[in-house]
């Protein structure tokens, strides 16, 4: 897609950064690096698509759209295996930058401390018991309670992907409000989601995911896909999100929407980039 035409397409108003040939080299090596970390591919935690591959797609995305500096505090939020911390290990400082990374679920946890922490000590671990219908349902720490192990404006950048998709809406509330409390001034969240816009909504282009026929969960801003667990994969109105981000105190500096609704684009889920007011550019 044409930069004119994300342009238009996006509520946000937002130019995409030029290729960044310094950038390309760093994910060129460490995907060819083969002394990093990586998982057993039949491992539950790992998810869709090459760990390696996403994991480095992403670190791209970090730095270019959401402005990433090797000397950040690095928040990820469900970290779940480390598939974005590893590549960070490669750009992160090793004095200056830090990654705090937490999920409710310990395996993947442990994996990472055996795996990244020893070698990175930069590199945090923490599991918190959050409560999930899916991937933690004895969880004491309720999602509508959550506030997180860290005090207000620690972090430089925030990580959520693939976290609000699958959320119900009152949560996304409570997580966003902790995301505005633990960025400095200036910091950002960099956040994958389910925009159900006119095109998804009504599937026009009949390219559409076919995993993803989102149904609207009655009067709610929310769209879950039938004969499927409600939280499996969770979409949202377009808006409701931007005005969940607005009442945490978050600025939105990019909003582009995915290939996922059957419309070219570079990335598949929908990306915010979104600042803490307060701060300056």
Partial sequence: MSETALRQENTAATELPARDERV????????????????????????????????VEFLGHFILLGGVRPESRVLDIGCGIGRMAVPLTQYLDFEKGHYSGIDPVEGGIGWCRRFITSVYPNFAFQRVDIAHELYNPSGKISGNALKLPYADGHFDFVIMTSIVTHLPPDEVLVYLREVGRLLKPGGRLFMTAFVVDHVAAANESGRRDARLSFARDGDGPCWYVPDMPRLAAVGFDDGFLDGALDRAGLAITLKALGAWRGKEAEHYQDIFVAERRGGGA
């Fill in 24 to 55: 390309e080299a760093l994910l060129g090596s460490i995907l060819r690096n083969r002394f990093l970390p990586e998982p057993n591919p039949d491992s539950v935690f790992v998810g869709d698509g090459s760990f390696r591959a996403v994991g």
